[in-house]
């Protein structure tokens, strides 16, 4: 059964900083992975895809690497700002083509 | 990139109580789906709403708690039965589009905040 599990469950940094969220999952066996953002309340908005086939994808400021054999991804984010105070979920799409999500990490950025 | 709305945005219940929330996509889709997300919790997957078929439950999920429709491609609603306090949660609706590489993606509504009293 595949598990997904997300450290540092919270994270609070100065304003830009880079830093690191990093996401493990039990069964290497996956289609992709996404990162995601979500706001308060929200749902949630699709930051990076990565499909199991790549190594990496970037989009502005973020960067998501996927490292399958070791059940690993990180999503570095450079220079943060206030505004990407959030929490971020990674899921992975797996062998039952199901997504499955992980606990979260709880971004807070301060000015 | 699919644009998805849900109605309502948010509600307060009373127990006992039943809601429906509705899940509109900009775009025809097969396969839709339903999370919950209880306080302080990450997503779990409620169901698969396919169109034409009855929806597949995850366990823990059953059909006469959240009864599920899909009249077309394009539209869904989940309803919450008989609700109590421990139904409080935010609900997702979310839809899987393949772009031409065949690559999935998952796009989500922003969810429905219910609170049961």
């Known amino acids: 059964k595949q598990e997904v599990t997300q450290i540092p469950a919270a994270l609070s940094v100065p304003e830009g900083e880079n830093l690191v969220l990093n996401c493990s999952f039990t069964d290497s066996a996956i289609y992709n992975l996404q990162w995601f953002r979500q706001d308060p309340g929200k749902g949630l908005t699709s930051l990076l895809l990565i499909q199991s086939s790549q190594r990496e994808q970037t989009s502005g400021r973020l960067n998501a690497s996927l490292d399958k054999s070791s059940g690993r991804s990180t999503l570095y984010i450079a220079a943060s700002q206030p505004g990407d105070s959030a929490t971020y979920l990674c899921a992975v799409l797996s062998g039952t083509y199901k997504y499955i999500f992980g606990t979260g990490t709880r971004l807070k950025v301060l000015a | 990139s699919a644009v998805i709305s849900q109605k309502p945005s948010r509600d307060i219940c009373q127990r006992g109580t039943s809601l429906t929330i509705q899940c509109q996509v900009d775009?025809?889709?097969?396969?839709m789906f339903w999370y919950r997300q209880q306080p302080g919790q990450s997503l779990t997957l409620i169901a698969t709403a396919n169109q034409g078929s009855e929806a597949t439950y995850e366990s823990g999920f059953v059909i006469d708690k959240f009864p599920i429709s899909r009249p077309n491609l394009t539209f869904s609603t989940l309803t919450v039965s008989n609700m109590s306090p421990e139904d409080s949660s935010i609900y997702l609706c979310?839809?899987?589009?393949?772009?031409?590489?065949?690559?999935?993606?998952?796009?989500f509504g922003p969810g429905t905040r219910l609170l049961v009293l």
């Open positions: 979310s839809v899987e589009e393949t772009n031409n590489s065949w690559e999935e993606t998952q796009y």
């Open positions: 775009s025809q889709v097969t396969m």
